[in-house]
């Protein structure tokens, strides 16, 4: 069977971390199915260096996220997982608390109840109480929050490596292993 794997990217800023997994993904034998939200096309053109056809390019199968027939909307399609990177707040807490209204929150919906696994990469801050809420359900449902602070055990040389190392440790909770350099202990 092969290798299925959902993106979902949202209004948040830091697009470059769906663009990156899109990139790192492009080098395996994965199927990569790519949602985006109106905010997160309108953000990849304020943040990134590449066009929407660009981004889109890199998936095998583009759904439009108004499109809750599609196939990554049912159970019998069966996948690694979900990534939602960036995770705006309204879309955490649309999944939080199972409001389906789009693809990306039914997708969701559909992976937490198959007991598979969803990462959502919040990207907002400072954090409210209804965040930290809205977290905290989706964890108690089974979900992964996983916030995108980058790590400095491997003194990066740039936010390129920094986004990099992140995409790679978060595409690892899908079994999906993405060469980079490990923390080595002290």
């Not at 056809?53 to 998936?59: I, K, N």
């Not at 649309?94 to 198959?114: F, H, P, Q």
Request: aromatic content about 6%; proline content about 4%; charged content about 20%.
């Amino acid at each position: 069977m092969t290798e299925r794997f959902i993106l979902g990217m949202t209004g948040a800023t830091g697009q470059l971390y769906g663009i990156r997994t899109l990139e790192l993904l492009s080098n395996t034998d994965v199927e990569v199915h790519l949602v985006l939200s109106e905010a997160s096309k309108i953000n990849i053109q304020q943040e990134a260096n590449y066009s929407l056809s660009e981004v889109t390019g890199l998936a095998d199968e583009v759904h439009d996220n108004r499109n809750i027939g599609a196939t990554i909307a049912s159970g019998s399609f069966h996948t690694n997982g979900m990534l939602v990177t960036p995770c705006s707040m309204k879309t955490l807490s649309n999944i939080a608390n199972g409001n389906s209204s789009n693809l990306i929150t039914r997708a969701s919906d559909v992976i937490l109840k198959e007991r598979r696994r969803l990462v959502l990469m919040p990207r907002e801050k400072p954090l409210n109480r209804i965040h930290l809420k809205n977290m905290l359900s989706v964890t108690e449902a089974g979900g992964i929050i996983y916030p995108p602070f980058p790590s400095f055990y491997q003194k990066p040389k740039n936010i390129d490596e920094m986004i990099t190392r992140t995409m790679a440790r978060a595409l690892a909770y899908f079994d999906i292993s993405i060469s980079f350099d490990e923390w080595a202990g002290l």
